[in-house]
């Protein structure tokens, strides 16, 4: 069981040719009343892994409507998404816990941390759902936790921790089950300029180690440490190109 | 399960987080279980003081009441009891059986200066050795001396007090009873008494002293009772009495009988009857307070749940699954019952324990009441839980994010 979490950043299933996001037509309609607002309107994307991609894009041109579809938070309403070769847009609500669980590693704006629980046990909730043995658990949320950074930290509580710090919990938790993909929207939202820069270059150090990552920024000195930048518009991809002047 | 210790321990979090909360919702349940616990007690240990009582008193004892017959509404038969019924008795199955008639007056007696009421029950000397009845001081009387319809008086072990003289001593000396004199020959050892007898209080003299000298030839029987080798041997026992006096009062055995004939656990029946819708309207009463505790902790649920929305939103981005979610808030509600349940044990313990301090009566708690209560809450919680927990297991992971 334990390995099959692992799977995602060794190298996917063999027919996928390394393909780890496969989306096509992809959208999500809200309907209000008699409007309906179209947040997504057909977006068809491929991402490999290993890549590094920021979305960018205007506010309310969907970015967060299409991370949330591809975090399997939020199904379409029209379309279809594979996840590592495994469509995921027809899997039942247990099937796509199971895909959030072990699969996909999430980073929230408002990084989202149980308030009440330690940083240790925040990273351990993945592994708990997981059904991973108390003693595997801690070694393995000690280690990522290690790291961010953050082995000094590891019995403090959210509210005792700066917004970096809390950001970087929430990566260990994300990193735990060793995702095949790791997503992130606008991380560094809340943070101020300093912290934002080791957030991103922790995240770069992440891709360099081959984990896949698709990140949503406003900034472009941001998306400039990617390896691909996809812009949205009103819903749809207006652009999509290989970063030339990646940092790094 | 891995799952399940986390699933225990957040829901234990929960509630010690809210801890004021928690202990205000569950007051509903601990005086629900504390209502059912203390009824159950009282119920139960009036039983078994009954119970106690009718061991006390002879589980081989059948008694012959006068009454009963009834014929097309109308009294009939001669509808009494008489000495020629006892001596019939006695003639026909007597070898078998100890047979003891009784008559019974309140009357007057006096020693001395002090004088009191007490019960005189007129019999034969086989009423001792029926119901076992022991000698602290002198003797019984014999079959001579109601043959000769002689003055003699036994003494209930609590009378000399009521007389304000010990023991020893009235024995050979005169009370007046009824302003008649009487010899006092034996006082008999405490026996302890029953609802609905109290030898201890009684004196016992002849029956036919008391007939024709005390009670101005009144011929009517209160009772005979009549004792059987072995409580086992009571059925044949009362087909025999019926048999015996219904000759004796020429009754067909086809025709209703003017005559009733009780053993002891009769009496329980009765009583257990009579108390049962007392236990009834009590069981209605904590089954409310049971109800309206359970609607509270569902309130306390659902006000939870919205408290938790993104909680739970979080939950499930990391891979809790509908079922997880629901038997979070399930234990939650079930940890907070069962605790509630065990307080109102707790409780109902206390009370049955006050009760019994303050007005005597006995209390006992069967252990299958504690379970019963404890199961019940249990049950509660699950009833009202299941829907709240419903609720936030449904919810949609991103809805439950956005939730502010
Ligand atoms: N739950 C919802 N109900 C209705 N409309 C929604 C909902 N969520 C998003 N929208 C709409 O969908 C559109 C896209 O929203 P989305 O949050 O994806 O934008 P975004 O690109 O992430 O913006 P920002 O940069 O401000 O975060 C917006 O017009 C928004 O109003
Ligand atoms: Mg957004």
């Given at each position: ?111 989202n941390l149980l308030p009440r629980a330690t940083a240790l046990h925040n990273v351990e909730l993945p592994l708990i759902y997981a059904g991973v043995s108390s003693r595997e658990r801690r070694k393995r949320a000690e280690e990522k936790l290690t790291l961010v950074g953050l082995a000094d930290r590891m019995d403090h509580r959210p509210p005792e921790l700066s917004g ?85 | ?171 050979g000396r005169t009370i007046q009873i009824r302003g008649i004199p009487f010899e006092v020959i034996g006082v008999l050892r405490e026996k302890g008494g029953a609802m609905w007898m109290q030898p201890d209080d009684q004196i016992f003299i002849p029956l036919s002293t008391a007939m024709y000298r005390v009670m101005g030839g009144r011929d009517r029987l209160r009772s ?181």
């Amino acid at each position: 069981m334990r390995n099959r979490g692992r799977r995602g950043q060794n190298g996917s299933n063999s027919e996928t040719n390394g393909v780890v996001i496969h989306t096509e037509d992809l959208r999500k309609y809200y309907i209000l009343g008699a409007e309906t607002v179209r947040a997504v309107r057909g977006v068809d994307l491929e991402v490999k892994r290993g890549e590094f991609v920021a979305i960018m894009g205007p506010s309310g041109s969907g970015k967060s409507t299409f991370m949330n579809l591809i975090g399997c938070l939020d199904t379409p309403t029209r379309g279809d998404y594979w996840l590592n070769g495994r469509k995921v847009s027809e899997l039942s609500d247990d099937q796509l816990a199971r895909v959030r669980n072990r699969d996909i590693g999430f980073v929230f704006q408002t990084f989202n941390l149980l308030p009440r629980a330690t940083a240790l046990h925040n990273v351990e909730l993945p592994l708990i759902y997981a059904g991973v043995s108390s003693r595997e658990r801690r070694k393995r949320a000690e280690e990522k936790l290690t790291l961010v950074g953050l082995a000094d930290r590891m019995d403090h509580r959210p509210p005792e921790l700066s917004g970096g710090q809390r950001q970087r919990v929430a990566i260990a938790r994300a990193l735990v089950n060793d995702p095949a993909l790791l997503l992130a929207d606008e991380p560094t939202g809340n943070l101020d300029s300093r912290t934002t820069m080791e957030i991103v270059e922790m995240l770069a150090t992440l891709n360099q180690a081959g984990q896949t990552i698709v990140l949503v920024t406003h900034e472009s000195d941001i998306a400039a440490w990617a390896s691909r930048q996809i812009h949205l518009n009103d819903g749809l991809v207006e652009r999509d190109f290989e970063n030339e002047g990646k940092v790094n | 399960m891995f799952i399940l210790r986390e699933i225990v321990m957040v829901a234990m979090a929960s509630i010690r987080a809210n801890a004021l909360r928690s202990g205000l919702t569950t007051l509903g349940i601990v005086i629900g279980t504390a209502a059912v616990i203390t009824m159950v007690a009282l119920g139960e240990g009036a039983q078994r003081q009954v119970q106690e009582q009718i061991e006390n008193m002879g589980t081989n004892i059948l008694t012959v009441r006068p009454g009963q017959g009834f014929f097309r509404g109308v009294a009939s038969g001669s509808r009494r009891l008489e000495e020629d019924d006892a001596l019939a008795l006695r003639d026909q199955i007597g070898h078998v059986y100890e047979i003891a008639p009784e008559i019974e007056s309140r009357y007057q007696v006096t020693y001395a200066r002090s004088n009191s009421s007490n019960s005189i029950v007129g019999t034969w000397p086989s009423f001792f050795s029926l119901y076992n009845h022991e000698l602290e001081h002198g003797r019984f009387f014999d079959e001579g001396e109601v043959q000769g319809r002689r003055r003699v008086a036994v003494l209930g072990s609590n009378v000399p007090d009521d007389l304000e003289t010990p023991g020893g001593l009235l024995v050979g000396r005169t009370i007046q009873i009824r302003g008649i004199p009487f010899e006092v020959i034996g006082v008999l050892r405490e026996k302890g008494g029953a609802m609905w007898m109290q030898p201890d209080d009684q004196i016992f003299i002849p029956l036919s002293t008391a007939m024709y000298r005390v009670m101005g030839g009144r011929d009517r029987l209160r009772s005979i009772y009549v004792a059987a080798p072995s409580p086992d041997e009571l059925d044949p026992a009362w087909a025999e009495i019926d048999r015996v006096i219904r000759r004796e009062h020429r009754i067909l055995p086809t025709e209703e009988a003017d005559f009733s004939i009780q053993q002891s656990s009769d009496i329980l029946e009765t009583f257990n009857e009579t108390t049962q819708t007392f236990s009834l309207l009590l069981a209605g009463i904590a089954g409310v307070s049971l109800l309206v505790g359970g609607i509270g902790i569902m309130n306390i649920m659902l006000v939870s749940v919205t408290e938790r929305t993104r909680e739970i939103g979080v939950r499930k981005a990391l891979g809790a699954t509908r079922k997880t979610i629901l038997f979070q808030f399930l234990v939650e509600a079930l940890v907070l019952c069962v605790l509630g349940g065990i307080l109102g044990v707790a409780g109902g313990f206390g009370a049955a324990e006050l009760i019994t301090r303050l007005y005597g009566s006995s209390t006992a708690v069967a252990a299958e009441a504690v379970a019963v209560a404890l199961g019940f809450s249990a049950a509660i919680g699950l009833f009202f839980g299941i829907w709240p927990a419903r609720r936030a297991s449904i919810l949609d992971p991103i809805d439950a994010l956005r939730y502010e």
